[in-house]
């Protein structure tokens, strides 16, 4: 018994290493500077690192710009998605109407589509409206990714706060609205925050559909694609290096909420 | 009680009119745009597409890449949630561990193992101290394509295990306790009970864990870019190619077709093959 439990606690450290290792590799590559890029053969234990590399490929020309884009984008995106999708998860945890169905179909749908690949057409219909390599256009698509997620995820949050809070707010003078805003959000609350940061993490890594309707004014992601066969690696390295800082401290803030959120929207 | 009628509708039209807008028009606009030819619509596009050198590589390549990363990503998710149910101490720990790679986008994830397998990486330099190779040694060029495939299949399973397993343990934790339990009152060995008792009701969470998996996985092409530059085509990368350096919108739109046609196809074979009966939900 005791073998089984040893062979089980080996693979979990096996398996943290796993995730944990290559990360540390690409820093200690983003900060170990030039020398350490050419080096041969590879110290295991970098002997210096430092902030400079980083600093000189934030100081390249776009860099501090795309990471400035990402993160309006990723705002955005996450405003969108929060706005339109609780009202929506509220109406489906709330009310049975005609028609509900036919919404649970188009969310449900979304998943069988790699939705990002849809921003190939809307280059045209973007450039028409001035939302061509803008943040907003971006963002707008981005919510479609985010979108169906929220809503499935706040539909669940407000089923599981009972109706009779409500309906006593209503005893004591709130209307619906307030009652809502006063009673129902609050308690929802953490779980809201938590689809809010997994809209911004879906916006902030997303790819194809930012280098799509992008030209000038990219997202990290896709000023990273669009500089890759030219760029040195030590600026490959730290571009990675700024992509995955601020996820990682996202996943750490959303960690309790993880389980429920993908138990709900994929069931 | 008209207002009261017409609140649901209210809240839900705002998130229906945007998916209309930007999930349903973009789709019959990519199918529309594929299917257009210079005087009306034909297969032209296609034609085209199908003629180009890296089209047999890209579809080859892409289904390469599911049907290796996909299966494996699934067993290592079935280890690592029964891991956890092992695990007491440490438990929260481990999990935010196991989830990180979940926020990572796939070009993040390529870059990262681009750090560890290139000429002087880190694979090397152990490769070197174990005397198995004499010097800096390329795998990811045109010229080791087998090298730069299982490189391409590590970094996905390195990035998106975590969301299979997410998908899992939420799924466990719906599985009520009493039924493994029943099952080794009567003697059934831990392999067993998990094998007969608990993988069929986790049924429901594994076909939504392999519908969102390999539609991710069909859609995937930064990290090709980053490790293997374009020598390793798949489908996605090749529409990104198309509609940026060939400036070809409707080729480009083809290739998403044939991606949707796969990736929506792969759901309904899911749907079908791994259905349970609604008498048989845990």
């Not at chain 1, 980083?54 to 776009?62: D, K, P, Q, S």
């Not at chain 1, 700024?242 to 309790?256: A, K, T």
Request: glycine share 6%; charged share 10%; hydrophobic share 60%.
């Amino acid at each position: 018994m005791t073998t089984r439990r040893g062979i089980y606690l080996l693979g979990v450290v096996v398996l943290c290493a796993w995730v944990l290792v290559p990360i540390w590799l690409i820093a200690a590559n983003a900060l170990g500077g030039q020398a350490l890029i050419a080096a041969w053969p590879k110290p295991l234990v970098p002997t210096q690192m430092s902030l400079d590399t980083l600093r000189v490929f934030l100081a390249i020309e776009g860099v501090g710009r795309a990471l400035w884009i990402s993160f309006e984008v990723a705002v955005l995106c996450m405003v969108f998605s929060v706005a339109l999708g609780l009202p929506a998860g509220y109406a489906l945890a709330r009310y049975s109407f005609r028609g509900a169905n036919v919404f649970r179909v188009m969310i449900l749908l979304t998943r069988a589509f790699p939705v990002g690949i849809l921003a190939l057409p809307l280059t045209v219909g973007f450039i028409r409206l001035g939302l061509y390599d803008t943040a907003l256009g971006v963002a707008l698509m981005h919510t479609a990714l985010a979108l169906p997620f929220a809503v499935l995820v706040s539909a669940s949050l407000f089923q599981a706060i009972p109706r009779e809070l409500e309906e006593a707010a209503w005893v004591f003078g709130c209307t619906r609205l307030s009652a809502a805003w006063r009673v129902v959000l609050p308690l929802a609350a953490p779980g809201v925050v938590a689809t809010a940061i997994f809209a911004f993490v879906i916006s902030w890594n997303e790819v194809f559909a930012a280098s799509v309707l992008s030209a000038r004014n990219r997202t990290l992601t896709a000023y990273l694609l669009a500089v890759l066969a030219d760029s040195p690696l030590t600026y490959q390295f730290a571009g990675g290096l700024l992509l995955i800082v601020p996820s990682v401290g996202f996943i750490f803030l959303v960690r309790r909420h993880l389980f429920a959120m993908w138990g709900i929207a994929s069931r | 009680m008209m207002r009261g009628r017409a609140l649901p509708y209210l809240l839900v039209a705002p998130a229906f009119v945007f998916l209309a807008v930007l999930f349903c028009v973009p789709l019959v606009q990519t199918i529309a745009l594929a299917f257009q030819t210079g005087t009306g619509f034909g297969l032209g596009n296609f034609v085209q597409m199908a003629e180009d050198l890296n089209f047999n590589d890209a579809v080859v390549n892409t289904f390469r890449l599911v049907g290796v990363a996909v299966p494996l990503q699934m067993l290592a998710a079935l280890g690592m949630a029964v891991m956890l149910g092992h695990l007491r101490a440490g438990r929260d720990l481990v999990l935010w561990i196991w989830t990180i790679p979940l926020g990572l986008s796939d070009l993040a994830a390529g870059l990262v193992w681009l750090a560890l397998l290139n000429d002087q990486g880190y694979l090397n330099t152990v490769l070197f101290h174990l005397g198995i190779i004499n010097g800096p040694e390329s795998w990811l060029t045109y010229e080791t394509p087998m090298a730069l495939f299982a490189a391409i299949v590590i970094a996905e399973i390195w990035r998106s295990t975590a969301i299979v397993m997410v998908v899992l343990v939420a799924g466990l934790q719906l599985v009520p306790k009493e039924y493994a339990e029943a099952a080794s009152v009567f003697g059934a060995s831990p392999w067993k009970i998990f094998l007969r008792v608990t993988l069929p009701l986790l049924k429901p969470s594994i076909q939504s864990a392999l519908i969102l998996r390999t539609v991710l996985a069909f859609e995937a092409f930064a990290v090709v870019l980053a490790i293997g530059g374009r020598n390793f085509p798949v489908l996605v990368s090749e529409a990104y190619t198309w509609q940026h350096f060939n400036q070809a919108p409707a080729i480009a739109a083809a290739y998403a077709v044939v991606v949707m046609g796969i990736s929506l196809a792969a759901t309904v074979v899911y749907l079908r093959v791994l259905r349970t009966p609604a008498a048989q939900r845990a």
